[in-house]
């Protein structure tokens, strides 16, 4: 395991124990090191790391507090960050659904139910840009096993659940730190409804591989800034 990975590995640790909790100052660099039995330098990579991702919060000539984030979420983003340094297998995950959703939108839109369609429109309905990070990922969850099931093949419904719930984490993660994800995100859901509504197969193939590779893209370029 890396060092910087095993320090935010502690980190984690002393949230989950309670030791840091939401709001809480970080010891000094040099204290919390020793603590740790951490080099310094190592310990800065792993804050700035958690900076990124919102778990902590670096303020300048003050120091470095944990957020207000919920326990879950701040766990939930750590347990990633680590998984990312050290597996790229999520990136693979991504290039796959890439392939498989946009084939199962274009299934869906010629042979969606009129019912499907409208619970379609209600799982976006019910999401907006106030709705909290593990709501978005639940809606998000809805909304492609929707499709899946509109598309008529169980096969590929069930490889698709399979793949869409392993990349969990790389959706929280985003929510958590890219820039209107929530609103982006549910305007990217809202136009490929459109597109089904139409029966519009090839658009909402199109829609769909840019909805999945915006997210892929994100997290190379994440990935890359550690």
Known sequence: MAVTDEAIIRIKEMLLSGELKAGDRLPPEKEL??????????LR????ALDLIRVLD???????????????????????????????????????????????????????????????????????????????VAHDLEFHGLIAVAGGNNYLCSLLDGLSSSTVRARVWRGLTQEKAVERTLAEHLAIVDALERQDAELAKALMVVHISGIEEWLRRASESF
Not at 45 to 48: I, L, M, Q, R, Y
Request: aromatic share 4%.
């Open 58 to 136: 670096v303020r300048r000539g003050d120091g470095t507090y944990v957020t207000s984030l919920e326990p879950q979420l701040l766990t939930e983003a750590i347990a990633f960050v680590v998984d990312l340094h050290q597996d790229s297998s999520v990136l693979e995950l991504f290039e796959v659904r890439r392939i498989l959703e946009p084939a199962s939108a274009a299934m869906a839109a010629v042979r969606i139910l009129p019912e499907q369609l409208t619970a379609l429109r209600e799982s976006v309905k019910a999401a907006n840009e106030e709705t909290a990070v593990e709501s978005l």
């Open 33 to 42: 090191s020793e603590r740790l039995g951490l080099s310094r330098s190592s």
């Open 45 to 48: 990579e792993a804050v700035k």
